[in-house]
């Protein structure tokens, strides 16, 4: 298995464009989390899905930040219009429910500057 | 979600044992607890679950007091690529609604050669 795969990997972009990050989960896992981390504020959960559907959002700093999930092998987390607030790496983690905590497995990440 | 508090930082030499306590004095009855390892530049990576005593794997040792009020993760004999970011997690095991990892500010490990 080639694990939770991310892309691109790295993403520089100008103040005010458009950022989508993608995801492809692990084949067989339910649930897929995005989350982000900084050096200030750690690892944070934007959002995460449960058999496709949105669970909890809460973690969505703002409007400009949207998820989707329209089939079990994909993901996108959108950024529009991006700031320079907004760089960090993001990652994204797929799991089995049923496995609670034990089977979080996260991807490289996909670090985002905002200029 | 239970809180957790663990060191900010830990220095330790290759070979040695290192362990790193966290305290959840408010976990819950159905909680576990999972501990997450980071290097640079990657995701976090799973390393070792427990619930109450002891459990071992390849990579750890997890130890649970009775109160379960706080864990100890034991790191036998460390290199200098276990250098890393150590995340305590407390939350529901098993089948649980809203099962989602909150990360803490995590206990960052430096090997010295």
């Known amino acids: 298995d080639a694990g939770v795969i991310q892309s691109p990997r790295h993403e520089v972009t100008e103040m005010g464009q458009e950022v989508t990050l993608r995801c492809k989960p692990i084949?067989?896992?339910?649930?897929l989390f995005w989350y982000r981390q900084t050096m200030m504020r750690g690892l944070e959960l934007l959002i995460y899905f449960n058999n496709n559907v949105p669970i909890d959002d809460s973690g969505m700093p703002e409007d400009r930040f949207s998820a989707k999930m329209p089939n079990a092998s994909f993901s996108t987390l959108k950024i529009q219009p991006s700031e320079p607030r907004d760089s960090a790496v993001y990652f994204c983690?797929?799991?089995?429910?049923?496995?609670?905590?034990?089977?979080?497995?996260f991807g490289s990440g996909t670090r985002l500057t905002v200029v | 979600l239970a809180k957790t508090t663990q060191p900010i930082s830990m220095d330790s030499y290759e070979g040695q044992e290192v362990n790193i306590t966290c305290s959840h004095n408010n976990i819950a009855t159905n909680d576990y607890i999972t501990w997450y390892q980071q290097f640079p530049s990657q995701g976090p990576r799973f390393i070792i679950q427990?619930?109450?005593t002891k459990v071992t794997n390849e990579v750890a040792s997890l130890f649970i007091p009775a109160d379960r009020k706080s864990s100890t993760l034991s790191l036998p004999r460390v290199s200098l690529s276990d250098t890393a970011v150590y995340y305590c997690?407390?939350?529901?095991?098993?089948?649980?609604?809203?099962?989602?990892?909150?990360f803490g500010g995590g206990t960052r490990v430096l090997v010295k050669p």
């Open positions: 997690l407390v939350g529901p095991g098993g089948k649980a609604a809203g099962n989602k990892l909150t």
């Open positions: 983690a797929s799991s089995l429910e049923h496995r609670g905590n034990y089977g979080y497995t």
């Open positions: 427990g619930y109450k």
């Open positions: 084949s067989g896992h339910n649930s």
